[in-house]
């Protein structure tokens, strides 16, 4: 859906972008990103049942993953 969005988060190069596709009809909506930490590259993935929950998961998820280089 869109642009996805690119940020810098904490020396990191984060994208992430709405998932269009649906897993269930339970979880219509969704969420992927991806970002770099020194040489590794990292991706996250989630389906949720409104709009608004998959950024504050990648959030809270993000806000935990600790890069060490």
């Not at 969704?30 to 989630?46: E, I, L, P, Q, S």
């Amino acid at each position: 859906v869109g642009t996805p969005e690119v940020k810098l988060i904490r020396d990191m190069n984060v994208v992430y972008t709405p998932i269009t596709t649906t897993a269930t009809t339970v979880l219509p909506f969704g969420g992927a990103a991806a970002w770099t930490c020194g040489d590794r590259v990292f991706a996250w993935k989630a389906y949720t049942p409104d709009e608004a929950s998959a950024a504050s998961l990648f959030d809270t998820a993000l806000s935990r993953f600790v890069c060490k280089r």
